[in-house]
């Protein structure tokens, strides 16, 4: 049964941090690209960042650049986004997914707000 728990939101004033975590199960982890997307209310979901299988790369959304570092731990099939100097428009529901190919998985996702 493949699972992917996101976990690490809640709220934070601007110019805060957090980090989220994205624990994963019933799939070959390695093999995957992780990826984080968020979703703001009335909004659709946009893509964050990427973290390539086997560890070869990280993309991320302009939005986030120099802000958001993901990255992967494959001993513990987990996926993490480190999110730094935060603003209320990074406010939205954070999910993380799993794809390979045609394959996607999806987590259930994490509150992030950011106000004051």
């Known amino acids: 049964q493949v699972q992917l728990v996101e976990s690490g939101g809640g709220l934070v004033q601007p110019g805060g941090s957090l980090r989220l975590s994205c624990a994963t199960s019933?799939?070959?982890?390695?093999?995957?690209?992780m990826n984080w997307y968020r979703q703001a209310p009335g909004k659709e979901r946009e893509w964050v960042a990427r973290?390539?299988?086997?560890?070869?790369?990280?993309n991320y959304a302009d939005s986030v650049k120099g802000r958001f570092t993901i990255s992967r731990d494959s001993a513990k099939n987990t996926v993490y986004l480190q999110m730094n100097s935060l603003k209320p428009e990074d406010t939205g529901v954070y999910y993380c997914?799993?794809?390979?190919?045609?394959?996607?998985?999806w987590g259930q996702g994490t509150q992030v707000t950011v106000s004051s």
């Open positions: 997914n799993a794809r390979r190919w045609s394959v996607a998985y």
């Open positions: 019933g799939f070959t982890f390695s093999s995957y690209d």
């Open positions: 973290a390539s299988s086997f560890g070869g790369s990280t």
